[in-house]
């Protein structure tokens, strides 16, 4: 098992890592809208899910996966009535590859971000 950390993304904000290897798997932390340097993103929901996705592209480089390595996803989102706008953008990212997700509705998120995702890969 290898832990996968790097500082383009924003650091654990508890007892977690960003991410675990294990075999050829990488099973991510979820990502909110952090920027590396720790700020919350402010602005719509769209603009947090980028920020969201700029995390997990840093998180997958590092751990040896990409956006098309990607197996699963799953999606928290703070209000179901967002999900075609993170829908949107979430297309923009999984446009031809497109890896099996779920995508819930949750009371509430670290920080109280709109939305946090997490992803399952395989390591290139």
């Given amino acids: 098992m290898k832990t996968v950390q790097t500082n383009e993304a924003p650091a ?3 007892p977690y890592s960003q991410g675990i290897i ?6 991510s932390s979820g990502q909110i809208p ?3 340097a720790g700020e919350m993103v402010t602005g719509d929901v769209q603009a947090q899910t980028h ?7 840093a998180v997958l480089k590092e751990a040896g996966a990409s956006l ?10 703070k ?7 993170i ?10 590859h497109k890896p099996a997700r779920s995508c819930v509705e949750v009371a509430r998120l670290p920080k109280d971000a ?3 995702i997490e992803v399952i890969a395989l390591v290139k």
Avoid: C, H, P, R
């Fill in 87 to 96: 829908n949107e953008v979430y297309g923009e990212y999984f446009s031809s």
């Fill in 51 to 57: 920020q969201v996705f700029k995390n997990l592209q």
């Fill in 68 to 77: 098309e390595t990607v197996v699963k996803a799953t999606v928290f989102i």
């Fill in 22 to 27: 294990v075999n050829n798997m990488f099973f």
């Fill in 114 to 116: 709109l939305v946090e």
């Fill in 34 to 36: 952090l920027t590396a």
């Fill in 12 to 14: 654990a904000i508890g």
């Fill in 79 to 85: 209000n179901m009535d967002d999900f075609g706008a």
